[in-house]
T-cell receptor, first 116, second 117 residues
């Protein structure tokens, strides 16, 4: 069975400093991994996705993530935080399920706070 | 990317009434759509998978008679919360994927904030 663990429920950074949001996964196969961002009372927006083409994935708004199979991690980073980055971030894994098809599993989310 | 539109964005209803939420794929056809429920400061919980032209598949613990799903066309799925009660108050989100491959991302609607008074 697949699972996703977001190690930090809350992360607080100062504007202009680096952001690190951690995500570890478990999967029986080679999964696809995604990071989504959710602003208050809004739907989820895709930041980036890993689909085995390249281990370092660049996304929108300056975010990137590196897939490390040996560590079963897919941490999200950004060199310099902006006030507009304050939001909830979800790590999501897509994996095959018994009987065919695939399923999305969501992490519990990390609330990013950006301070002046 | 693909666009999924959800309506209404918020609704307040009286206890005992029913509420319908619409989810539309605007620029692609979606044979499958997904309905999620999100409690405050929590992750998304998959409620059901909506299949065009057939019955929805509900997750364990979700009452299918309470949460009616209809997927009558390739671009529209509806979720009806029947005989709503205050405990049904929540944020409901739909999503759809373009194709069903494992590496296909999901596109989400804007969400619907339901408040039952």
């Amino acid at each position: 069975a697949q699972s996703v663990t977001q190690l930090d429920s809350h992360v607080s950074v100062s504007e202009g400093t680096p952001v690190l949001l951690r995500c570890n996964y478990s999967s029986s196969y080679s999964p696809s991994l995604f990071w989504y961002v959710q602003h208050p009372n809004k739907g989820l927006q895709l930041l980036l996705k890993y689909t085995s083409a390249a281990t370092l994935v660049k996304g929108i708004n300056g975010f990137e993530a590196e897939f490390k199979k040996s560590e079963t991690s897919f941490h999200l980073t950004k060199p310099s935080a902006h006030m507009s980055d304050a939001a909830e971030y979800f790590c999501v894994v897509s994996d095959r399920v018994t009987g065919g098809g695939n399923k999305l599993t969501f992490g519990t989310g990390t609330q990013l706070k950006v301070e002046l | 990317g693909a666009v999924v539109s959800q309506h209404p964005s918020w609704v307040i209803c009286k206890s005992g009434t029913s509420v319908k939420i619409e989810c539309r794929s605007l620029d692609f056809q979606a044979t499958t759509m997904f309905w999620y429920r999100q409690f405050p400061k929590q992750s998304l919980m998959l409620m059901a998978t909506s299949n065009e032209g057939s019955k929805a598949t509900y997750e364990q613990g979700v009452e299918k008679d309470k949460f009616l799903i209809n997927h009558a066309s390739l671009t529209l799925s509806t979720l009806t919360v029947t005989s709503a009660h205050p405990e049904d108050s929540s944020f409901y989100i739909c999503s759809a994927r373009v194709g069903d491959k494992m590496n296909t991302e999901a596109f989400f609607g804007q969400g619907t904030r339901l408040t039952v008074v």
